[in-house]
């Protein structure tokens, strides 16, 4: 059974920075595409970044683009987000994904989602 667990949320100033962390189990963890996503209150669930299996491939929303990095360590079943430059509209809950297609970038594609953890940034 698929289980994703995302650490390093918290509370930070506008501009300031957070790194959050993935720790994945019960898959071949280094086959499948790995998403972050974001839901603000009253908003739906919104893509923020994927990383194919190899590591090669980045995607990013617009908003976030130039801010956050998404990568992965194989060897440790983890994915990370690097969140630099922070916004109040950053605030939300961050979910990570995983998924056996190539390049999704739709909440649909993703099967498999950890429990979120909060983000939240001050003006």
Do not use: H
């Amino acid at each position: 059974q698929v289980q994703l667990v995302e650490s390093g949320g918290g509370l930070v100033q506008a501009g300031g920075s957070l790194r959050l962390s993935c720790a994945a189990s019960g898959s071949t963890f280094s086959t499948y595409t790995m998403g972050w996503f974001r839901q603000a209150p009253g908003k739906e669930r919104e893509f923020v970044a994927r990383i194919s299996w190899r590591g090669a491939g980045t995607y990013y929303a617009d908003s976030v683009k130039g801010r956050f990095t998404i990568s992965r360590d194989n060897a440790k079943n983890t994915v990370s987000l690097q969140m630099n430059s922070l916004k109040p509209e950053d605030t939300a809950v961050y979910y990570c994904a995983q998924s056996p297609v190539a390049a999704p970038s739709d909440v649909g594609g993703y099967p498999y989602w950890g429990q979120g953890t909060q983000v939240t940034v001050s003006s």
